[in-house]
C-alpha cells in the first residue's frame, strides 16, 4: 500500500486515468451538445465502433495517424448526417433510433473487421508529443521535468484536444449564437421557432457536431490501444452517454465524471496489479467504477434540470 | 590410435551426421527441435501453417466463441486442423450458448460426421445434443470429462505445464524481479495457465502479481492493468485471452518481454515475444480421427501435455535467448514429462 | 384500406433494408437470394425450426411488453440486459436450493423470484430517478455493469457446479433440477412453456394498461405529469413502479432464458451477451416494431426472433459472419424508425373528410405520449 502512495506512482496512476478518460471525454461532450439541442443519441457506441475500425484501417493501410484520426472524424459527420435526417427530418423515435445505429455499427465494424483486416495485426499507437514526427523534439525536454513532465507533457495530442474542447464548448454555448440557438432550440423550440431560429437546422448542425465528436472519439481510441476488435468500445459509448447526465449537460462537470470514471479504474488496476484488492474481489473492483458513479450523482447532484424539449421531435404547427 | 580405415569411417559418420542435420534444418518446417516440448524458430519466418495431408475423408465442422484468426482459443484449432489437412465448416463468433446449440445441432442435421464443440460452456447443450445423434461424433473442449456419453470425446489443455515452462524462463529473465500477469475473468484455462506459470516463475525467484481485469474482451482495460504493472517495475509481462492484445502492445512499446498462450503471438509483436504456448490439437486429434475411422465415436478424453507434443513452448528464434537458458527450459520439460515437477493447474 | 397502407410503411421500410443487406451479401461473395432462402429456412424450415424461433423470440417478447410499459410511463429502459441476468441469478438460486419441490410449485417459484429479481433492477433506477434525480440512462448503463460482474462473481465462486471447482472451471452452475425445466409443449421439439407464459404475458399487460387504474395512472404521469400530480396521482411511485414492472419482465425473460434452455444452467462467457444475446436492446427493437404496443409485440418479436435464428442458418450455410445479421438489424430499425412520419403523413392523405380531427389527434399523441422523455427535468420543476 506503501508503495502506492508514492509520487510517482500516483502520478503514472492519474496519467493512466487520462488515457482512460479521454475517449469517454470526446463522446460525451459531443452528446452533450446534441442533447443541448434536444436531441438524444443512444447510437454513440455504434458511431464510436465504426470510426474506430476506420481511423485503425487507415492506419494500416497509409501509416498515417492524422489521416486515421481524419478518417475517423468523416464517419462521425456521415453518421451524423444520416442521425440528423433521421431524427430531425424524419422525426423518428430518438432513444430507438439510436439503438439501430448501435446495432449497425456494431454488426457493420465487426463485418468490415473480419473481411478487410482478418488476423488481429497491432499499428503502432498514437504517439505522445515528445514523439510527434517533426515538432516532437520541442517537447522532449518538457516531458523529462520530473514528475511534471509525466504529469502534463506526455500525453498523446488528442489528450490536449479532447481537455481544449473542454473550455471550447462552454465558451461556444455560452458566448456565441449558435451555441445561444442551440440551447433556446432545446429548451422551447417553438418560441425560438417564433423568433425566426431554425429549430431544424440549428439540431441539425448540433447533431453534426455531437457524432463527428464521437467519430473523433472512435479513432482515438483504436489509435490509443494500436488495435481493433469486435466491439472494442465494449460499451463505453453508453457510459459516455449516461456521463452527460452525472455533467448536468455541463462540459466541465462531464469532464469530471469522465475523470472519475478513469481515475477509479486505473486506480482499482492499480491496486489489483500490488494486491491490495486480492483476485478473489476482482469482480467487485471491476464493479467500482460504475457503483461510485451513481453513489457521486446521488449524494453530489444538485437539481437540475434538463434540455425542456430533449427528445421531442418538432413541427411547426 | 587412428587406422586409415577407422579415420575414413570416423570422416564418413562426421559425413553423415552433417548432412542429416543440413536435410534437418532445410526441411519442409520452420521449426528446429532444441529440446522436446520446446521450439525455437527460425528469426523472419512468419510461422505460416503448414497444411498437412488429410487425415481422414470424415466431414468437419467446427462451433467456437470468438472469431477463427483471434491468434489466441479459436485460432488454435483451426490451425491444428490444417496440419492434418482438414478445412472444416467454421460457426465462429457464437458466444451465445442457445445460438451455439442451435449450430451443433444444425451441423449434425445436416449429416456432418465429426462435430467439433470448441468451447467449453457449450458442454452442458452437447450433452442433450449428442445423444439424438448417436451417428456423429462430437470432440468438445476444454474438457476433462466426456460427460458419460458415447459419442463425445473430450480434450484438455494441460495448460499449467507450458505455463510453468514459461514462467521458468521469464524468471530468468526477470533475474529476481517481479513479473506481471494479466488475466481476464478467473475462470477456465485462463487459471490453469496462470497458475502454472506463477509457479514456475516462483521457483526461479522472481515475484508474480496477477490482475484479473474481469474482461474476456476488454483491450482498454488490459492496456492498462498491464500499464500499472510498469510502475511496480515488472521485468516481463505475460496475459492471456483475446484482450491481452492491449497488455502485448504495451509490452511493445517499453521493450518489456511477453509470453504469450493458446497460439503463437510472435504476430503480434515480433520483437517482444520470448514464447508462446501453442495448443497442437492436432496431436490428440490425429488418434481422434483415427479412432472415428474405426467405428468408435467418442468415450475417451485426451489432454494436451508437453510430452505428447500437444503442448509446445515455441520460442522465439528472433528473441535470441541465451543457450544455457534454452537447455535449462529443455531440462524443465524433461522434469515435468518425467513427473519431477508438478506445475499446479 | 387505411389500416393497409399503414403497415405496409414498415415492411417497406424492412424490404429496403434488405435490399441493403443483399448488397452487403453480394460484397461478400454470396448469392442475397440463397442468403434470403438461408435465413426463410434456418427460421422456419421444418417444425422444429419453427420452435426454435419461437423460443428465440420468447425473452425479446417479454422485454419488448416491459418496454412498452415504461415508454407509457415515459421512461427509457435500457436495463434490460441487468434486469434479465437479475432475474436469471434469483431464479437460478431458488432452483438450486429447493431442487425437489414438485414441478407445479417449483415452476412458478422459479418464476416469481425471476420477476422479483429483475423487478428490482429495475425499481431501483426507477427510484433512483424518482426520487434522487438521478437520470435513468445513467443508473441502468451502471447496473448493467454491475450485473454482469455479479454473475460472474456468483458463478466462478458460491454458485460454480461442484465438479467445476476443480475441473476445467468453466464459470456455470450444475444441471439445475428438472423440476423447474419448462415442460416441453410439443414432443420432439423445442417449444417450450415459455413461449405461451410469454404470450399470456403481453395480454395481461395490454389489460393492465388500459383498463386497470395503475395503467391509467401510469399512461397519465407518462402522458402530463404535471397534470397527473394536480389529479393526486404521485409520479415518483409510478415512475419506479413502471420501471420496475419493465425490469420483472425483463427477469422473466431470464428465467425463460436459464430453464427453457437444453443445458438447464446458468453460464456465463463473462459478458452479458453471452448470456442474454442482446435481448436487453432487441427486446426495444421488437417493441418498436410493434408500434410500442404489447400486443403487436407478439408478432413483431417472433418475426425479429426468426431473423435472428434465421442468421445462423446463413452463418452455417453461406460462411457469412453473424455481424451482418447484427448489422442488418440495426439498418431495419433505422428504417423502420424513420418511416413513422411518413406514416402518420400517408394517414393524413387518406383522411381528407376527418383531416381535421383525426390527424390532429395523432399528431398530438405521435409527439406526447409514445416520445420517449427522460422525466428527471420535468418532475422536479413543478415543486415550488
Redesign the interface.
Known amino acids: 500500500m506503501s508503495?502506492f502512495f508514492t509520487l510517482?506512482?500516483l502520478i503514472?496512476?492519474f496519467a493512466?486515468a487520462v488515457?482512460?478518460a479521454v475517449p469517454y471525454l470526446l463522446a460525451a461532450l459531443g452528446e452533450t451538445i446534441g442533447q443541448r439541442s434536444g436531441v438524444l443519441n443512444l447510437g454513440v457506441d455504434g458511431v464510436m465502433l465504426l470510426s474506430a475500425f476506420g481511423a485503425y484501417y487507415t492506419v494500416i493501410e497509409t501509416g498515417s495517424h492524422l489521416l486515421g484520426i481524419g478518417v475517423g472524424l468523416l464517419i462521425g459527420l456521415f453518421m451524423g448526417v444520416v442521425y440528423a435526417v433521421v431524427t430531425v427530418h424524419l422525426h423518428a423515435k430518438q432513444g430507438i433510433s439510436g439503438i439501430g445505429i448501435f446495432l449497425f455499427g456494431l454488426g457493420f465494424s465487426?463485418l468490415l473487421s473480419?473481411e478487410l483486416v482478418?488476423?488481429?495485426?497491432?499499428i503502432k499507437?498514437l504517439p505522445s508529443l515528445a514523439k510527434l514526427p517533426l515538432v516532437g523534439g520541442i517537447f522532449e525536454p518538457l516531458e523529462d521535468i520530473k514528475y511534471l513532465g509525466q504529469l502534463l507533457f506526455s500525453h498523446n495530442l488528442m489528450t490536449y484536444v479532447a481537455f481544449a474542447l473542454v473550455p471550447t464548448v462552454t465558451w461556444m454555448m455560452n458566448n456565441t449564437t449558435f451555441g445561444l440557438n442551440i440551447k433556446a432550440v432545446g429548451e422551447n423550440p417553438q418560441a425560438a421557432d417564433s423568433l425566426g431560429v431554425s429549430v431544424g437546422r440549428t439540431r441539425f448542425f448540433a447533431i453534426l457536431i455531437g457524432n463527428a465528436l464521437a467519430g473523433l472519439a472512435g479513432a482515438t481510441?483504436s489509435l490509443q490501444?494500436?488495435?481493433f476488435?469486435?466491439?472494442?468500445t465494449?460499451g463505453?459509448g453508453f457510459i459516455a452517454v449516461a456521463l452527460v447526465y452525472f455533467g448536468a449537460w455541463r462540459a466541465k462537470w462531464v469532464m469530471a465524471g469522465a475523470m472519475l470514471y478513469g481515475i477509479v479504474?486505473?486506480t482499482r488496476?492499480?491496486w489489483?496489479?500490488?494486491?491490495i484488492i486480492p483476485?478473489?474481489a476482482?469482480?467487485l473492483?471491476?464493479m467500482t467504477p460504475a457503483l461510485i458513479t451513481i453513489l457521486a450523482l446521488v449524494l453530489l447532484a444538485k437539481r437540475v434540470r434538463g434540455p425542456a424539449a430533449l427528445t421531442k421531435p418538432f413541427s411547426r404547427h | 590410435m587412428k587406422t586409415n580405415r577407422s579415420r575414413r569411417f570416423l570422416t564418413l559418420l562426421t559425413a553423415l551426421l552433417a548432412l542429416s542435420m543440413f536435410a534437418a534444418a532445410c526441411g519442409g518446417s520452420d521449426d528446429t527441435e532444441s529440446a522436446t516440448g520446446t521450439a525455437t524458430s527460425e528469426c523472419g519466418t512468419n510461422n505460416a501453417v503448414v497444411k498437412g495431408d488429410k487425415v481422414t475423408d470424415k466431414t468437419v465442422a467446427v462451433v467456437a466463441?470468438s472469431?477463427s484468426?483471434?491468434?489466441a482459443f479459436t485460432?488454435s484449432m483451426i490451425d491444428s486442423l490444417t496440419r492434418l489437412g482438414i478445412e472444416p465448416?467454421?460457426?465462429?463468433?457464437?458466444?451465445?450458448?442457445?445460438?451455439a446449440?442451435?449450430?451443433i445441432r444444425?451441423?449434425a442435421e445436416?449429416g456432418i460426421n465429426v462435430v467439433i464443440v470448441h468451447g467449453?460452456?457449450y458442454?452442458?447443450?452437447l450433452?442433450?445434443?449428442a445423444p439424438d445423434f448417436p451417428e456423429t461424433s462430437f470432440i468438445w473442449g476444454?474438457?476433462?470429462?466426456t460427460q458419460d456419453i458415447p459419442n463425445i470425446f473430450a480434450y484438455?489443455p494441460e495448460a499449467q505445464q507450458g505455463g510453468y515452462v514459461n514462467g521458468w524462463i521469464a524468471g530468468e529473465l526477470a533475474d529476481g524481479g517481479s513479473i506481471?500477469v494479466v488475466?481476464?475473468?478467473?475462470?477456465?484455462?485462463a487459471?490453469?495457465y496462470i497458475n502454472g506459470f506463477r509457479a514456475g516463475a516462483e521457483a526461479n525467484g522472481a515475484d508474480v502479481?496477477?490482475?484479473?481485469?474481469?474482461?474476456?474482451?476488454?483491450?482498454?482495460?488490459a492496456?492498462?492493468?498491464a500499464?500499472?504493472?510498469?510502475?511496480?517495475g515488472v521485468e516481463v509481462l505475460t496475459g492471456t485471452s483475446?484482450?491481452a492484445?492491449?497488455a502485448?502492445?504495451v509490452a511493445?512499446?517499453n521493450k518489456i518481454p511477453w509470453f504469450g498462450t493458446q497460439s503463437n503471438q510472435e504476430?503480434?509483436?515480433t520483437d517482444q515475444v520470448v514464447a508462446s504456448q501453442v495448443y497442437h490439437w492436432e496431436v490428440i486429434l490425429d488418434d481422434m480421427f483415427e479412432m472415428i475411422d474405426e467405428g468408435t465415436l467418442g468415450g475417451e478424453a485426451m489432454s494436451l501435455t508437453l510430452e505428447n507434443g500437444g503442448l509446445l513452448v515455441e520460442i522465439n528464434g528472433c528473441y535470441n535467448l541465451d543457450s544455457d537458458v534454452l537447455s535449462g527450459a529443455g531440462d524443465i520439460v524433461d522434469q515435468i514429462i518425467a513427473g519431477d515437477i508438478n506445475p499446479p493447474? | 384500406m387505411k389500416r393497409l397502407l399503414g403497415a405496409s410503411v414498415p415492411l417497406g421500410a424492412a424490404l429496403l433494408a434488405f435490399v441493403l443487406g443483399s448488397i452487403m451479401i453480394l460484397a461478400l461473395g454470396e448469392n442475397p437470394i440463397s442468403g434470403a432462402s438461408a435465413i426463410v429456412e434456418g427460421a422456419f424450415g421444418t417444425g422444429d425450426r419453427f420452435a426454435?424461433t419461437a423460443v428465440?423470440a420468447t425473452p425479446l417478447l417479454l422485454v419488448g411488453i416491459g418496454i412498452t410499459i415504461a415508454f407509457r410511463a415515459s421512461v427509457i429502459n435500457i436495463g434490460g440486459e441487468g434486469q434479465i441476468i437479475a432475474g436469471a441469478l434469483l431464479s437460478t438460486i431458488v432452483a438450486l436450493v429447493i431442487p425437489d419441490t414438485p414441478r407445479i410449485i417449483l415452476i412458478p417459484l422459479v418464476m416469481i423470484a425471476g420477476m422479483i429479481g429483475g423487478g428490482i433492477w429495475g425499481a431501483i433506477p426507477g427510484a433512483l430517478k424518482a426520487y434522487a434525480s438521478v437520470n435513468e440512462i445513467l443508473s441502468t448503463v451502471m447496473l448493467n455493469i454491475v450485473a454482469v460482474?455479479l454473475m460472474?462473481f456468483l458463478l466462478?465462486g458460491p454458485m460454480i457446479d461442484p465438479?467445476e471447482k476443480?475441473?476445467?472451471?468453466?464459470?456455470?452452475t450444475e444441471?439445475l433440477s428438472d423440476n423447474a425445466a419448462m415442460p416441453t409443449l410439443v414432443e420432439g421439439t423445442r417449444l417450450h412453456l415459455g413461449v405461451v407464459i410469454a404470450v399470456f404475458a403481453a395480454a395481461v399487460v395490454y389489460i393492465i394498461l388500459w383498463r386497470t387504474p395503475l395503467g391509467f395512472r401510469l399512461r397519465a404521469v407518462g402522458h402530463n405529469p404535471d397534470a397527473a400530480r394536480a389529479a393526486g396521482i404521485s409520479v415518483e411511485r409510478n415512475i419506479t413502479m413502471a420501471m420496475g414492472m419493465s425490469g420483472a419482465l425483463s427477469g422473466l425473460a431470464g428465467v425463460m432464458?436459464v430453464f427453457g434452455?437444453?443445458?438447464?444452467?446458468l453460464?456465463?462467457?463473462?459478458?452479458a451477451?453471452?448470456?442474454?444475446?442482446s435481448a436487453g436492446f432487441n427486446g426495444i427493437v421488437a417493441a418498436l416494431f410493434g408500434g410500442l404496443h404489447p400486443l403487436w409485440t407478439v408478432p413483431s418479436s417472433f418475426l425479429f426472433g426468426a431473423l435472428l435464428?434465421g442468421a445462423?442458418?446463413l452463418?452455417?450455410a453461406l460462411?457469412i459472419?453473424?455481424?451482418l445479421a447484427v448489422a442488418l438489424n440495426g439498418l431495419i430499425v433505422l428504417f423502420v424508425v424513420s418511416s413513422d412520419r411518413l406514416r402518420a403523413w400517408l394517414h393524413g392523405r387518406l383522411n381528407q373528410g376527418a383531416f381535421d380531427n383525426e390527424t390532429a389527434e395523432l399528431r398530438e399523441s405521435t409527439n406526447n405520449s409514445t416520445d420517449l422523455q427522460p422525466e428527471g427535468s420535468n418532475v422536479h420543476e413543478a415543486t415550488p
Open positions: 508503495e510517482s506512482v503514472a496512476t493512466s488515457r482512460l465487426d473480419q482478418g488476423a488481429i495485426q497491432p499507437k481510441l490501444l494500436g488495435v476488435q469486435q466491439n472494442l465494449n463505453l479504474t486505473a488496476l492499480q489489483q496489479a500490488r494486491d483476485n478473489s476482482s469482480d473492483a471491476a | 466463441p472469431d484468426q483471434d491468434l485460432q465448416q467454421v460457426t465462429d463468433g457464437t458466444f451465445q450458448v442457445e445460438v446449440a442451435d449450430a444444425g451441423y445436416d467449453t460452456q458442454g452442458g447443450s450433452a442433450e445434443i476444454t474438457s476433462t470429462s484438455y506481471g488475466g481476464p475473468v478467473e475462470a477456465g484455462d487459471v490453469s502479481a496477477v490482475t484479473y481485469t474481469g474482461s474476456f474482451s476488454d483491450v482498454a482495460l492496456t492498462e492493468a500499464e500499472a504493472f510498469l510502475t511496480v483475446q484482450s492484445v492491449g502485448v502492445n511493445n512499446e504476430a503480434w509483436s493447474a | 426454435v428465440r460482474q460472474n466462478r465438479i476443480n475441473g476445467s472451471r468453466i464459470p456455470q444441471r432464458l434452455s437444453e443445458s438447464l444452467r453460464v456465463t462467457d463473462g459478458g451477451a453471452g448470456f442474454t444475446g435464428t445462423t442458418q452463418q452455417r460462411q459472419p453473424a455481424a
